[in-house]
């Protein structure tokens, strides 16, 4: 069961937070994730909107925009054999990133020019960075999922994920140029970011699944895929 504070008591606390642009959350934003932020589990627009006083269709523009900036992630309602399920929100575990696009694009450039196998050189680095990620992960309880786990880690790197219950859309991508650019550099890095923060997570249930990187899987859109291991 959704556990909905009053939403007047989620506008009280620090300053609101900003978009990835750099832009002061409106009080109406603020009061939507704050309410996300404090449910123990996820949580459907309709519940927010009780909480809030806020109408389900602004609540839901608030929502993709905050997606949009890292905030929040959302994935499908178990089915209940009555229409497309509902998505249920929930806070990432960290704030939106701060990209360094300019510096990504840079260092790949030098890896595609000067490695002899530019992919291997990218997805090593990728698994130390996702090791880093890894160890800075705490135990849970219940203990976290891969799918969490990964959802949490993109949404942080500003990928905008969506969970639909088969795969992980990627909406955006922060090193969008690079990546254009050097391709198999960029995507070697994720795929090395993916294997080393599972690799590292701490307890998780459900066990370590492989994950498949599909860049540029549809419009506007890459695709994570897990499947079990072995």
């Given at each position: 069961?959704?556990?909905?504070?009053?939403?007047?008591?989620?506008?009280?606390?620090?300053?609101?937070?900003?978009?990835?642009?750099?832009?002061?959350?409106?009080?109406?934003?603020?009061?939507?994730?704050?309410?996300?932020?404090?449910?123990?589990?996820?949580?459907?627009?309709?519940?927010?909107?009780?909480?809030?006083?806020?109408?389900?269709?602004?609540?839901?523009?608030?929502?993709?925009?905050?997606?949009?900036?890292?905030?929040?992630?959302?994935?499908r309602a178990a089915a209940d054999g009555r229409g497309r399920p509902a998505w249920l929100w929930r806070p990432t575990r960290y704030g939106p990133a701060s990209p360094y696009a300019a510096l990504a694009g840079v260092l790949a450039g030098t890896i595609a020019r000067t490695s002899p196998d530019p992919a291997a050189t990218a997805h090593e680095a990728g698994r130390g960075w996702g090791a880093q990620l890894a160890a800075d992960l705490p135990e849970t309880a219940p203990p976290a999922t891969a799918r969490d786990v990964v959802t949490d880690a993109m949404a942080a790197q500003g990928f905008a994920p969506e969970d639909d219950g088969e795969q992980i859309v990627l909406h955006r991508c922060p090193l969008l140029e690079a990546a254009s650019r050097h391709t198999e550099v960029v995507c070697s890095v994720h795929r090395g970011l993916l294997a080393g923060l599972l690799e590292g997570a701490p307890g998780l249930d459900g066990g370590r699944p492989e994950v498949e990187l599909l860049p540029f899987a549809a419009p506007g859109q890459c695709q994570l895929r897990l499947r079990d291991a072995g």
């Open positions: 069961m959704e556990n909905i504070g009053t939403g007047p008591a989620a506008q009280n606390g620090p300053p609101p937070r900003r978009s990835a642009a750099g832009r002061r959350h409106s009080s109406a934003r603020e009061q939507v994730l704050r309410t996300v932020e404090a449910q123990r589990s996820p949580v459907s627009v309709a519940a927010i909107g009780r909480a809030t006083g806020l109408h389900e269709n602004t609540v839901r523009g608030h929502l993709d925009q905050l997606l949009a900036d890292g905030h929040v992630t959302r994935a």
